[in-house]
């Protein structure tokens, strides 16, 4: 059980284009849903925490509209990457919390492979 | 803010044999979960074992257990009879579990790539 997606799992794309990234909860309902970003051979960093039904609070040097996360249902929060360039290149991951459980646990998604070319 | 920090940028063990990963933390907090992680090729985060601060028995997972030291605020990983497949980046992470902003949030060290040798 609690199974975290994502989807893509590669993309590509132009410079200044956008790009949107899927995150599920596949078996269990998600009350939070965190976004992370990994640079090769780098620690995780968070770059925002969304809740269902609120906006997404955002790490100190994110920028909010440039990375648009939207977390409609229990189940499904999306990462869009708004005019993207070369540097924001990198490794996206998302994470869950169990709705109604423990929060302490963060079910991790694969991963996404973002390059921008 | 709290800070993770593993100071061991890359490590190797040979098969079945036993291997420490460190990890220090630095928080004025007193209530927080500690975590492994495991990150192998494949990028899909595993974790791997937790800690409760207020628990003082250190918490053990089959061949990993960790040796969690509040007061100096220490947090190492032991693998025994280290396995092939254990071969991955390793991150300690601490959560704070206060209410309010930040809460529940993980904090990531740099990590351990971990070989094992066969």
């Known amino acids: 059980g609690a199974v975290v997606s994502q989807h893509p799992s590669r993309v590509i794309c132009k410079s200044g284009t956008s790009v949107k990234i899927e995150c599920r909860s596949l078996?269990?309902?998600?009350?939070?849903m965190f976004w992370y970003r990994q640079f090769p051979k780098q620690s995780l960093m968070l770059m925002a925490t969304?809740?269902?039904?609120?906006?997404?609070?955002?790490e100190q040097g994110v920028e909010k509209d440039k990375f648009l996360i939207n977390h409609a249902s229990l189940t499904l929060s999306t990462l869009t990457v708004t005019s993207a360039h070369p540097e924001d290149s990198s490794f996206y991951i998302c994470?869950?919390?169990?709705?109604?459980?423990?929060?302490?646990?963060?079910?991790f998604g694969p991963g996404t492979r973002l390059t921008v070319l | 803010a709290q800070t993770v920090t593993q100071s061991q940028p890359e490590m190797s063990v040979q098969e079945a044999e036993t291997v420490t990963l460190s990890c220090t933390y630095d928080?004025?907090?007193?209530?927080?979960?500690l975590f492994w992680y495991k990150q192998p090729p494949s990028r899909q985060m595993i974790l791997v074992i937790r800690?409760?601060?207020?628990?003082?028995q250190n918490a053990t997972e089959n061949r990993f257990s960790v040796n969690f030291q509040k007061a100096a605020k220490s947090f190492s990983l032991k693998i025994s009879d280290s396995q092939l497949g254990d071969t991955a980046m390793y991150f300690c992470?601490?959560?704070?579990?206060?209410?309010?902003?930040?809460?529940?949030?993980?904090?990531f060290g740099k990590g351990t790539k971990l070989s094992v040798i066969p």
């Open positions: 969304s809740n269902e039904g609120s906006k997404a609070t955002y």
């Open positions: 992470a601490f959560m704070n579990l206060y209410s309010g902003a930040g809460s529940y949030q993980l904090t």
């Open positions: 928080t004025s907090e007193n209530n927080y979960y």
């Open positions: 078996d269990f309902q998600a009350t939070t």
């Open positions: 994470s869950a919390t169990l709705a109604g459980g423990v929060t302490d646990t963060q079910y």
């Open positions: 800690q409760e601060a207020y628990k003082q």
